[in-house]
């Protein structure tokens, strides 16, 4: 039997993709979770095959779950599951040691397809996703970058960036005005949409 751990926030969708991959005649869903820290703890209390997770949770998104289990239980493969086909999402995925990348839109059938696959070794990625993440280009903001940006989305000012994140306010100014730049966007409303529209935050 593949042992399976599902991190996804939504509790009906959560139940749902169970009691599907459950009909599986090789698979057995061994692990639920709602949140990124509550998937690690699980993931390393009863070590599944593979772990199928959504990106955007509450306390650790998928992508930061994907990182710490490659970590933490190398053993188990990452697959992960999400709403947001962004191309951004993918590279970060990639980087954090996912094997498959699906949108959840996608039928249930292909989703046990893709479990197998990854537990034998293979990448599976949503086609249409890895011609748009080709497309795109990868991420050109740097870490603290894509930080600052992230901490305006809010709609926080310089003045509180800078005390969040323990900077000057002409450093923010200098980062969001280089995000600004790399973004090809006129301001950091802009440059923060156009960052998170592409899975770059």
């Known amino acids: 039997m593949i042992r399976l751990l599902l991190a996804e926030d ?6 749902a993709l169970a009691l599907l991959l459950n009909l599986e ?12 820290t509550a998937a690690l703890a699980a993931a390393l209390r009863v070590r599944p095959d593979v772990a199928l997770l959504d990106i955007e949770m509450p306390a650790g998104s ?14 188990c493969r990452v697959l992960i599951l999400t709403t947001f086909g962004r191309p951004g999402y993918l590279r970060r ?3 954090a040691g996912a094997r498959g990348f699906l ?11 893709a479990v197998r696959r990854v537990l034998a070794g293979e990448r ?11 497309a795109t280009g990868p991420n ?14 809010d709609g926080a000012t310089v003045a509180d960036v800078a005390a969040r994140l323990h900077l000057s306010e002409s450093t923010v100014r200098n980062y969001l ?6 973004t090809g966007t006129r301001n950091r409303i802009e440059a923060a949409h156009t960052a998170r529209a592409n899975g770059w935050l």
């Open 124 to 134: 599976v990625i949503d086609p249409a996703l890895a011609a748009a993440a080709l």
């Open 62 to 75: 998928g992508l930061d779950t994907a990182a710490a289990l490659r970590q933490q239980l190398p053993s």
């Open 10 to 15: 939504q509790g009906m969708m959560r139940g």
């Open 93 to 95: 995925a990639m980087e």
């Open 140 to 153: 050109p903001l740097t870490e603290r970058e894509r930080e600052v940006l992230a901490a305006t989305v």
């Open 103 to 113: 949108v959840k839109d996608r039928p249930v059938e292909e989703l046990a397809v």
């Open 177 to 182: 005005s280089a995000a600004i730049g790399k």
């Open 25 to 36: 005649p090789d698979m057995e869903v061994v692990a639920e979770a709602g949140t990124g």
